[in-house]
């Protein structure tokens, strides 16, 4: 029986394509997907963006353990919902399939006064940080994976948006972590453009 893959997938900051790679690597293995904490966007949340992007029939989608409704940073989404975040009641649903975990925004993202994002993230978690080129990604890369690493964390990169070979070349050579692929900057994503960035990743998962 094939060992269980755990994919967690964060990103530099927020909108930097977390969501897409998520489709991505949950079409490439196969895998469920939860998304443990959505904030905002309850209409079209990130696990309905995901579903509406895979092609096979064996992922299972999985609700969030919370769903909130202002798409700002969870604690403070969590006080307007007169809630707060319970670590403790972060736990990943119960599957024998490979998992693909989204996370909000980046790693160190408040969840209540004294946990983050990061601590979601369990030491068999592969995790995946998703980069974008901007003013200020370098930094922002370097840091979240030294942090990563410094935890003993697998880690590797996708690059997503339009090439910028200085940035992703210091990035590759002062991390020196695996990079799984890049996302180009497409006119669009569907089922099929997902399917073709799968089998392009597949090998490399």
Known sequence: MKKQKIYFITGI???????????IITEALEADYWKPVQAGELEFCDTKKVKSLISNSKSVFHKNRYALET???????AEID???????????PKTSNNLVIEGAGGLLVPLNDTDTILD???????????????LGSINHTLLTVNLLKERGFNVSIIFSGSEHKTTEGI????TN???IGRIDEEPYFDKNVIKEYAELFKEKL
């Open 171 to 174: 990035i590759k050579k002062m």
């Open 120 to 134: 979601i993230i369990q030491p068999e978690y592969h995790v995946v940080v998703v980069s974008r080129h901007y």
């Open 177 to 179: 972590i695996p990079i």
């Open 13 to 23: 900051s927020t909108e930097v394509g977390k969501t897409v790679a998520s489709a």
């Open 82 to 92: 007169k809630i707060t975040i319970d670590l403790n009641e972060i736990t990943a």
């Open 71 to 77: 798409p700002i940073s969870p604690h403070a989404a």
